[in-house]
């Protein structure tokens, strides 16, 4: 049975589990204080404050979205993120360019020091042409993954690539890099934030977990 947690005072993001099991239902786990996370993947719900509510296009429209503080406070069975995080781990944090400024600080919230870019998506339509989004000034594209650090975590493999073509999936989805990250950083222990989908050998912090990914 899977485990409700709460993020301070709203039902949002509630199940932590972990994949290690065989496909089927996968057990909860709880995690404890001695537990330290080597490897985070987060895919923050931004909260982008903004006027698309002309057929209700905006994020929050789409599902519940969080402020800078709340996700600075985030709780993790009553752990805060920074918490959980070992002496030298790595976060990789997915964001938008308009929100830049917020991913930066919630890197520091969080106890991570911002390094670099991590991978670049260049999103493809289903024709395979570069996919043109809005944006507010040119037509957006890419879409990007930061790396943060604490202490000196160990890099695996450095000739992985920063950048993937892939094609757009629904609002907010984002590719699937949990192969790649374990090729650079080893198969660490391992947390993915906000995530959508379970992959085998990482533990889940999510409300919308709807399959598995081998």
């Known amino acids: 049975m ?8 709203a039902v949002l993001y509630g199940v932590i589990i972990t994949s290690a099991k065989a496909s089927g239902l996968i057990g909860a786990r709880h995690i404890l204080m001695a537990e330290k996370y080597k490897i985070f993947l ?4 931004w909260n982008y404050n903004d006027k698309a509510a002309a057929g209700a296009r905006g994020a929050s429209f789409k599902y519940p979205t969080l402020t800078l503080d709340e996700l600075g406070s985030l709780s ?7 918490d ?7 976060l990789f944090l997915w964001s938008t360019f308009p929100m830049m400024p917020e991913a930066l600080a919630l890197c520091h919230l969080w106890g991570f020091k911002y390094k670099t870019l991590g991978f670049n998506w260049i999103k493809k339509n289903k024709s395979g042409s570069i ?14 993954c930061l790396i943060a ?11 992985i690539s ?7 999936m629904r609002h907010s989805q984002k590719p699937a890099i949990h192969k790649l990250i374990e090729r650079l950083c080893g198969r660490r222990k391992r947390i993915e ?8 050998g990482w533990d889940y912090f999510g409300n919308q977990l709807v399959k598995s990914q081998p």
């Open 84 to 90: 959980l995080a070992d002496d030298n781990s790595i």
């Open 193 to 200: 934030l906000f995530a959508r989908a379970r992959v085998a």
């Open 2 to 9: 899977l485990t409700i947690f709460l993020v301070q005072n």
């Open 131 to 144: 996919f043109l989004g809005m944006g507010h000034y040119t037509r957006s594209n890419p879409e990007v």
């Open 42 to 45: 987060a895919d923050p719900p």
């Open 76 to 82: 993790v069975r009553g752990h805060l993120v920074r």
């Open 149 to 159: 650090v604490r202490g000196s975590p160990p890099i695996k493999d450095h000739s």
């Open 162 to 168: 920063s950048v993937i073509f892939s094609e757009r």
